[in-house]
């Protein structure tokens, strides 16, 4: 794909249908007369821009491809399925309810619009005919693509293996398990950059056939069907609370009779187990059962480090099982050592403006917080203490809502202690402190409360009442009379 620039018009162009002499180009947003939220090249005339904007930003576009308006075809898109065959007679026209066009008509220019949906471009050479769709998630569930090669084949007599696209191939790392369910995702890159531009991502995206091969090195053989060929770990430093990562490939020695499982343990230097993975199969999609002789099967295991662990070297072992009998198959101590560096924790109380004391469950205390506002925020300072270590990663919510009639005007949904420190890192009596920001931009003026709790997947924790401060719905009070003004 090349880009070029003139006066200021910024288009990208393919190369194999460049080559065949076909009149083409994919504008940005760069190059118009637009302003706002629709800068610049805004070729939409039912978004709320000015329509002389936008008729100037079309004339830019018709004078850069040295055509007219009265050659371009083009669509009233909704998103839908609906493919339309144009003739010279639609040139100059909008089609109502069309999200493809494909014409062979010589001089009909064919004109679509994008914002986070993908074109798609196709072009017969043996027929002169070409194709254009506008492929958002939502036609393509509906085959959009699938009916605009379906409507050329019927108007031009195009053959689908004759169609001309750039194609690119994705070469699956070795071992990929097979699939139902997994996604692809596209991204057009600006050359020059390599600012993305949009992405376009294609759901259940199916691989149906293992990496089969013999030229394989054997770590360990677990009887005579599955051995393990490669193990390493991911990271090999991990701080306390860490996930540890190890990376395998297995290799299947003959057609396996049943499942196999597998689980994670990491050793002290005494061999101690000091953590333990949950048992799980060898591919979580993929039965052994159903692996071919010579199968290689990546995968990746993780098991959570303990936050009150010493800091030291550590042993991971990984023991493979039979799921039917649970019968042990065989252990691997993989070579690489694990080490676990003390992570830099406070227990020292801060101080802060205001003092609470108030608990949240068994887990978790609210020391306190501080409270800043400006013009545009709330500046909010939560001071926590751990009561006991903990296995679940916790949120907290922050509302400022109208206490008459429960209408939140501003929030925050944050972990708490951030996404790199989550209470699942915390050890008992362990302080942190998060910043939290509430907008107060287009919050009408008013007396609002203001509220924090925290949640995990089951709900609310329960919020236990301390003095000065009420509880309602699981959820301090810190203020009932915040103004804005």
Known sequence: MRRTEARGLVTYHFDSLARDGLVH?????????????????NVGRSVGDDPAAVAENLSR??????????????????????????????????????????????????????????PVLLYDPTHHALGLVHAGWRGIAQGVVRRAVEAMQAAFGT????????????????????????????????????????????????????????DYPILKAFGGELALSEAQLVKQELGQAE????AVKWAALAQMGGDYECQLTLLDPTGTAVAYSETQPLAAAYATSRWPKNAIVASRYQLQIPPDIPAGDYTATITVGEVI??????????AQLVRVVQAQRNFVI?????TVGADFGQDVRLLGY????????LHLTLHWQALSAMSTDYKVFVH?????????????????????????????????????????EGVPAGSYSLAVGLYDSKGRLPAKTTAGYKVSADRLLLSEALRVP
Not at 74 to 89: E, K
Not at 204 to 210: G, T
Not at 243 to 246: E, F, G, H, I, P
């Open 25 to 41: 180009a994919i504008f940005t947003r760069r190059g118009g007369v637009s302003q706002g939220p629709f800068a610049t090249l």
């Open 61 to 118: 576009i018709y004078a850069h491809l040295g055509v007219s308006a009265d050659q371009i075809a083009t669509a009233y898109q909704v998103h839908g399925n609906r493919v339309a065959a144009v003739t010279a007679v639609d040139a100059g026209r909008v089609i109502p309810n069309t999200d493809g066009l494909v014409t062979a008509a010589p001089g009909v220019v064919l004109l679509l619009r994008f914002a986070d949906c993908q």
């Open 159 to 214: 053959r689908p293996g004759e169609l001309i696209a750039d194609r690119y191939l994705l070469p699956l790392d070795d071992g990929t398990p097979p699939g139902q369910h997994y996604h692809l995702d596209v991204t057009l890159y600006e050359a020059a950059t390599l600012r993305p531009l949009s992405t376009a991502s294609i759901p259940e995206i199916a691989v149906s056939h293992p990496t089969v091969r013999q």
């Open 243 to 246: 996930r540890l990562t190890v």
């Open 325 to 334: 009998s649970a019968r042990a198959s065989g252990v691997f101590t993989l």
């Open 350 to 354: 801060p101080s802060m403006q205001h």
């Open 370 to 377: 501080d409270l800043q506002q400006t013009e545009d925020d």
């Open 400 to 440: 400022l809502f109208n206490a008459q009639t429960e209408t939140i005007v501003s929030q925050q949904d944050v972990f708490a202690g951030g996404d790199a420190y989550r209470t699942t890192h915390w050890v008992q009596q362990e302080i942190f402190s998060d910043q939290i920001r509430l907008k107060l």
